[in-house]
């Protein structure tokens, strides 16, 4: 058996796979299939992502972005925001499950812009803005109704908790940062630490961090 064809099977199994996890119809799967394929498309010029096997694209951008579903009730939020979105991980993958979501991805890299726009119109989202600057000018010129912001390979925590400081306009939104098993708060952070929980992707241990505003 030659290596395509193994990796045909591989793919094939992982896309099995997340499609049974989160119920998923065979439009949706058609869809995230063709963000891995544009994904690694595009990563040859704008090196979007270090992780360009099909099989591995689907389970740590695509599972590891949706795992958060198993823990928010997404039909219940209207608004998200994704802090250095980078290829649009996890907040496209969450769209194309929810497509109600009004979704801001925040991406300084004029690259990675060009890509998110053209993802989005590929796979027909919508209600979804690309902000161009940095997070310290998103706080201090933005006031978009966001009920969660996710952070997954972006800014550390202690930057991130910026959104619960006096004046922002965002103190009423939880956060949710994708952190490894070892990690432990450090003192800025751990003020606004509302739990931690655990979740698993291909046997690798890793958790979710809630910050919100302290009472």
């Not at 891995?36 to 740590?60: H, S």
């Not at 103190?171 to 949710?176: C, E, F, I, K, P």
Request: hydrophobic residues 40%.
């Amino acid at each position: 058996m030659n290596k395509a064809h193994l990796d045909s099977n591989s793919l094939g199994i992982q896309l099995q796979h997340l499609a049974t996890k989160y119920t998923l119809t065979d439009e949706l799967i058609a869809k995230f299939k063709r963000y891995m394929e544009l994904l690694i498309e595009w990563n040859k010029k704008f090196n979007l992502t270090a992780i360009t096997n099909p099989a591995a694209i689907v389970k740590y951008h695509f599972d590891d972005s949706l795992a958060i579903t198993q823990h928010i009730d997404f039909q219940n939020i209207h608004c998200i925001s994704d802090i250095g979105t980078g290829a649009g991980f996890p907040s496209i993958p969450l769209t194309v499950l929810f497509p109600h979501l009004k979704t801001i991805l925040i991406e300084v890299n004029a690259k990675k812009r060009t890509f998110l726009e053209h993802i989005i119109k590929e796979l027909s989202l919508h209600d979804v803005t690309i902000y161009p600057h940095d997070w310290r000018t998103f706080l201090r010129t933005t006031d978009y109704p966001i009920d969660y912001f996710f952070a997954r390979a972006s800014l550390q925590p202690e930057e991130l908790v910026r959104i619960f400081k006096p004046g922002s306009p965002y103190t009423n939104a939880t956060l949710v940062y994708w952190a490894s098993h070892q990690w432990i708060p450090q003192k800025p952070e751990f003020l606004y630490l509302e739990k931690e929980v655990n979740y698993t992707i291909d046997s690798i241990q890793r958790k979710f961090i809630f910050f919100k505003q302290t009472k």
